[in-house]
């Protein structure tokens, strides 16, 4: 108990006494049930097992309050469970007129949710009513107060106490005294709530046992053998009688109810147990609507929620199932099964960005190879090889051990730079820095190159500090953005300039130009990913979200179609490559027409020795294929390369 300071008394049961309370160490706040124990002789508080056995089988259910802890106190026990708002009861109480259809039959739902789950686990509430649905603060409804279910044996052979339920919901069979019962009592008392939720107040509120069985006489009639056999077998049915009496149609007792509610309700409302529809057995009717599967889909899936979601011709179903479909393949795609892997070892530390790759007409170093240049956390640039190897899936590039440290030398890069990257056209190298004091630099290729001169190499300083993320249009020569700190450093913005440079007699001048300079929203997560697109587009990752803007600050688009947060992207003139932390990877098409990447499909990397995938180094427009993959097992650093046709890897989308 000391983990908890009280904060209040919620309520008090037949059970115990509720309190409101906070965890002291993590802030949570709870409600603990006091469950005592009223005389010594009782021995160990069966209500308390009770709840807490069943509460125990049933793990984690949606629809069923969670259970946190259970600890002893004095002569009982408390049992911690999430803290809930409100109860059913409170809300129909509160209500100015008869609940909305609607709140009505998600009510419903989420309460037969709720008891298909316990009875699917043999478990019977028997006290479902209003009080013991608990309400969130976002709307759940939970059943709560397990105290008096039972774990009930399935073939019935056991007898039970018939005292159970709370007198307005207790089944007919209970009022008659029956000591083997079943799921029925729990479906009694969910017509029972249907009903008053339909009626703004209690259907049968009988004042004790007798008057009981009359309001529901007066209602449904006198129950006859004809109707319900084994009425003659119940312990009370000699011991009371009534008078005759016909039943009143559900419609003249609730005339507001639509029509669909009122069969419902006559569904659950049925004197033999066995007859009354099962929870599962509604569910699997609601479960025929559109709301299920649009409730699925955005339970599932938060990319559904942006109203811009288009399903197209697809239904809400269709679209699950084929959804679902999709991600079911994704998760059982292997690498080694679906792509032609090669992995290539002996970079030390991690590699936290792929600054550049040369194509092979830009022979960077002077051969006819192809060059990858890449920084790692420990401030080392490397410069790796690209061999094409021909295989019979097309070309491979495969990446071979570190040949030259040309531009680690640290008169280069004095502030240790933090990220390279170079001009669409190699004449530029673009360099950040950690030193929020120092601005970025961009220097001009040619001049690192000329190891063995004095001189500095020719680069300028970028007006701006507190620089993040980079990149360069690839369709003009010279054109970087930068993301940064505004001035007072408190909102992000992107600066696009335009570099030339000027050969005057000796040495080169440069001349940087600001064309275009925007404030990111700021409801928007910092970015941890850039890149541009044509000569207007930039991309940004924040978080798991892919978001477009235009150089001016237009925002284009925005996807979440990933579950875990974006680790990479790659983009190429043909489309755009996003990886997520859970190896999930997607590709978008760029619609050329405008310019807007539509979603188109997806593919998922498991298994290996993969934790992250970061970084694509080659996409090869032809071929379809990707090749290289980085991805990260602990300690080492692997460059993988995956090259698989994505034809056949991920055809059907769902856009
Ligand atoms: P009892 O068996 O004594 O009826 P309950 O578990 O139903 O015990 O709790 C009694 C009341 O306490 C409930 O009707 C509700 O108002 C409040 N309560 C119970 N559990 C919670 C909870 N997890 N969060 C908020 N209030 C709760
Ligand atoms: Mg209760």
Not at 44 to 65: C, F, G, M, S, T
Not at 240 to 251: H, R
Not at 455 to 475: E, F, G, K, M, Q
Not at 489 to 512: F, M, N
């Amino acid at each position: 108990m000391d983990q908890y300071c009280i904060l209040g008394r919620i309520g008090e049961g037949a059970h115990g006494i509720v309190f409101k309370a906070k965890h002291v160490e993590t802030g949570e706040i709870v409600a603990l049930k006091k469950v005592a124990l009223r005389r010594l002789e009782d021995g160990i508080p069966n209500q308390a097992l009770r709840e807490i056995k069943a509460l125990q089988e049933i793990e984690d259910n949606q629809h069923v309050v969670q259970l946190k802890a259970v600890f002893p106190h004095g002569a009982g026990f408390v049992l911690a469970f999430e803290f809930m708002l409100s109860d059913l009861a409170e809300v129909v109480r509160h209500a100015q007129r008869p609940l909305a259809q609607a709140q009505v039959k998600s009510y419903l739902q989420m309460l037969l949710r709720g008891v298909a789950f316990c009875h699917a686990n043999n478990i019977v509430h028997r006290d479902l009513k209003p009080a013991n649905l608990l309400i969130s603060a976002s709307g759940q409804l939970k059943i709560a107060d397990f105290g008096l279910a039972r774990v009930f044996s399935p073939d019935g052979s056991r007898l039970y106490t018939h005292q159970v339920a709370t007198r307005w919901y207790r089944a007919p069979e209970l009022l008659y005294g029956a000591r083997q019962y079943d799921q029925g009592v729990d479906l009694w008392a969910v017509g029972c709530i249907l009903g008053e939720l339909l009626n703004g107040s209690p259907l049968f509120p009988g004042e004790n046992d007798i008057e009981q069985l009359c309001c529901v006489l007066r209602i449904l009639g006198t129950p006859s053998p004809q109707v319900w056999p084994e009425i003659t077998e119940l312990p009370d049915y000699n011991k009371i009688s009534f008078k005759e009496q016909a039943p009143v149609p559900l419609e003249e007792v609730l005339p507001d109810a639509s029509p669909q509610a009122l069969d419902l309700l006559g569904q659950f409302l049925l004197y033999p147990p066995r007859q009354r529809i099962s929870a599962s057995q509604v569910w699997n009717e609601v479960s025929r609507t559109k709301e299920l599967w649009r409730q699925l889909c955005l339970r599932r899936w938060s990319s559904c929620k942006s109203s811009q979601m288009t399903l197209g011709t697809q239904t809400w179903k269709q679209y699950y199932l084929c959804r679902s479909e999709l991600e079911f393949r994704m998760e059982s795609g292997r690498p080694e099964k679906d792509f032609i892997c090669k992995a290539i070892a002996g970079h030390e530390g991690g590699i936290d960005e792929l600054a550049y790759i040369s194509t092979n007409e830009c022979r960077f170093d002077g051969q006819e190879k192809s060059v990858v240049c890449t920084v790692s956390s420990d401030s080392t640039v490397r410069a790796w090889d690209v061999q094409e190897v021909a295989s019979a899936e097309g070309v491979l590039y495969v990446l071979t051990v570190p040949q030259l440290q040309l531009l680690s030398r640290t008169r280069v890069f004095p502030s240790s730079p933090t990220g390279l990257l170079c001009s669409p056209d190699c004449q530029w190298v673009f360099a950040s820095t950690q030193n929020s004091d120092l601005g970025p630099k961009v220097y001009y290729t040619r001049s690192l190159l000329c190891l063995l001169e004095d001189d500095p190499p020719v680069s300028t300083t970028l007006p701006i500090w507190l620089t993040s993320r980079a990149c360069w249009a690839p369709d003009e020569t010279a054109r970087l953005m930068v993301m940064h700190r505004n001035s007072n450093s408190t909102e992000l913005a992107i600066t696009t300039y335009e570099l030339g440079a000027r050969q005057p007699q000796e040495g080169v001048d440069v001349v940087v130009q600001q064309i275009a300079s925007f404030l990111l929203p700021d409801t928007m997560t910092p970015p941890h990913l850039m890149k541009g697109h044509g000569s207007q587009v930039i991309l940004l990752v924040s978080g798991s979200e892919l978001v477009l803007f235009t150089i001016q600050g237009l925002q284009l688009a925005a996807f979440q179609d990933h579950q875990k947060p974006i680790t990479s992207l790659w983009v190429d003139q043909s489309r755009v490559l996003t990886a997520s932390f859970d190896l999930s990877l997607r590709v978008y098409v760029w619609n050329k027409e405008n310019k807007i990447p539509v979603l188109k499909s997806c593919y998922h990397l498991l298994g290996g020795s993969h934790r992250w995938a970061s970084g694509f180094t080659h996409v090869e427009s032809d071929s379809m294929s990707i090749v290289g993959v980085e991805a990260r097992s602990i300690g080492t650093s692997i460059l993988r390369s995956y090259c698989f046709n994505m034809q056949h890897g991920s055809d059907d989308c769902v856009s």
